[in-house]
């Protein structure tokens, strides 16, 4: 779960790591009496990078400039997310720019530590293009971060004196915080050196999903949408796409190869939904609930290959919460018959073949989308 910048430095400061005085506000009115110190930065709140190429991030000498800002800056769309927030920060003068992160390394089986002395910049341009400008530290699962590794990092990347002293309790707070807060990555880009002392300038935190139920005080995930929260909560895997037919099936693998069916036959989905194996009845009519509330459907693919899952129990949550809208459904596998017999004698019909079954959903889309423009 990706955090804006704002909550991220909550996080920082509840760690020790220095971070600006900022205030976070949705309303550029809200600017005034604000208790900061100018010159500030006015820096748009999404889930995605590249805000200061985007205009998102700007500076403001006054109070008046910083409110024309922030109303410029509100309601912008960055990469798709509209700024609904932005954080108001007093500006630093930044002598130098360097990075600081941990990250899950999943290929070495450990946490790494990544710094370089080429801050503010995408560390992915600085691996291709000077990897030498690159340090590297693996973290010991049973030591973790001590400062003598910390050391080493600072010192390969020049620091001395006070100021490596200062990075070494940075680097051994931040490893705390991703470890103990069970993050994917725990960034500083830039961490600056001001006025001789260093600073984390920007924040990112990534926590790791399947950990959230062990901290209840984490924020509200903001990078689902309303159904994908909904589905989550139903333990249903679900992925909001841009086409106009909702999609269920057993298993990820079968719900990708869906998908690439319906494309193959000109078709789009409108989701990526898994209902799992072993679905139950109950599964099925929730995920049902789920697809078609997504405005704009016009036909559901149900794709089920029973292996765990018993097509009998898929067949009785389909009866039970039938679509409401044109339905191809594909019931294949453990108790495949007595499934079969139960959409038949409801009145719903079922192929076996997959092609046909996705080649169907894409002609009843088509359908739908030519009597919507007749009327």
């Known amino acids: 779960m990706k955090l804006h910048e704002y909550q991220a430095k909550e996080y920082f400061a509840r760690y020790g790591l220095p971070v600006q005085t900022g205030v976070v506000i949705d309303r550029a009115e809200q600017i005034a009496g604000l208790a900061l110190r100018y010159p500030v930065v006015i820096k748009a709140q999404v889930l995605v990078g590249g805000r200061g190429k985007a205009g998102g991030v700007q500076l403001a000498a006054t109070p008046e400039d910083a409110q024309e800002r922030a109303r410029v800056i509100l309601g912008m769309d960055i990469k798709g997310e509209r700024v609904a927030r932005v954080l108001v920060a007093e500006a630093a003068d930044i002598e130098r720019e360097y990075y600081l992160a941990f990250v899950t390394d999943r290929a070495a089986g450990r946490v790494a530590a990544i710094a370089s002395g080429e801050g503010g910049v995408e560390i992915e341009a600085v691996a291709r293009t000077a990897p030498d400008k690159l340090v590297r530290a693996e973290a010991d699962p049973f030591l973790g971060f001590p400062a003598y590794q910390a050391r080493v990092v600072g010192r390969r990347l020049g620091f001395a004196g006070s100021v490596l002293e200062e990075f070494v309790r940075i680097a051994t707070a931040l490893y705390r915080l991703y470890w103990t807060e069970d993050a994917d990555l725990a960034e500083i880009n830039p961490l600056a050196l001001v006025g001789g002392r260093l600073l984390c300038v920007d924040a990112k935190l990534v926590l790791d999903d399947n950990a959230l139920y062990r901290h209840a005080e984490a924020p509200p995930s903001e990078e689902l949408t309303q159904l994908e929260a909904a589905a989550r909560r139903a333990g249903l895997a679900y992925v909001e796409l841009d086409g106009d037919i909702a999609v269920i099936g057993n298993g990820a693998g ?76 594909r019931l294949t596998g453990t108790n495949e018959a007595q499934g079969q017999q139960i959409l038949k004698d409801a009145g719903i019909a079922a192929g076996l073949d997959p092609d046909e079954g996705a080649r169907v959903a894409v002609e009843l889309a088509r359908r739908g989308a030519q009597a919507r423009e007749a009327r």
Not at 261 to 274: E, K, M, Q, V
Not at 276 to 283: D, N, R
Not at 290 to 304: E, S, Y
Request: glycine share 14%.
């Open 254 to 329: 079968l719900v990708m190869s869906t998908l690439d069916l319906l494309a193959h036959f000109g078709g789009r989905a409108a989701n990526f939904l898994d209902v799992g194996g072993g679905a139950s009845a109950e599964a099925m009519q929730t995920a049902l609930g789920i697809v078609q509330q997504k405005p704009g459907v016009r036909a559901v693919f149900i794709n089920i290959f029973g292996g765990i899952t018993r097509c009998d129990d898929v067949a009785r949550g389909i009866v039970e919460n039938p679509p409401k809208v044109p339905a191809s459904i």
